[in-house]
């Protein structure tokens, strides 16, 4: 009997029906050489949490170097790009040069997805390509965190899925210039309150397939306690896991 039980182990490991799945990983990149958020640290420690939670393997990195060959980025299903801010008026400032370029537009052109979170619409503006892929630019803000009232456009994508149709959070409300019109907007504030111009409503967070990958851009992320918001949570959740091509999997 004892034998049996040896050769019947002894094929379950040879056919690796014991072995799980691999993981898919996740890059959570957080370098910035413009504006610095003080929330950028909590909020890479919450969405690596956030992750692992869901079945990733987290990179947490803030190095631009690693950008630096495409066979590093397939390692990741998504790359989240937290705040990642350069300096407007200053081209020297931008860390995608060069091959970190080519590799970056491989990636997503194979297929990968990206995440980018508030002031990563603060970033690269002399690169065309970057603004497009992230579906606008950031143009100006009411000042201070003042809360605004926040309405789902889209019940059925998974950032928004999981969200109540209208809730009030406090947060800096970015407006935009370039914005893509063809991206598929999830939800919109009432500038109403927030002390900034314009009409209601205004877009603060969409998504897009892009040039062969998924891009999922959120507004919401300026500070550091909203990133406890349960509301956050499954909004950055949902669409981490489009990005990732892993829609509708919990």
Known sequence: MGRW???LLGALLLTGASAPPPQPGLLIFTHS???RHASIEPGAVAIAALARQRGYAVTTSADPAIFDRVDTLRGFAA???VSTTTKPDDPASEWFVGPRRDAFQAYVRGGGGVVGIHAAADSHY???WYGQMIG???DSHPRGTPTARLHRHDTRHPATARLPDSFDRVDEWYYYKD???RSTLLLTFDPAGTGGAGVN??????AHRFDGGRVFYTGLGHTADGWTDPVMTAH???GIDWAAGRAGRR
């Open 5 to 7: 039980i040896a050769l």
């Open 33 to 35: 050489t413009g504006y």
């Open 79 to 81: 790359i989240v790009l």
């Open 126 to 128: 002399h690169w065309p």
């Open 136 to 138: 606008g630019w950031f």
């Open 179 to 181: 914005r893509d019109p």
């Open 201 to 206: 409503p205004k877009p603060i967070a969409w």
């Open 236 to 238: 950055l959740a949902g």
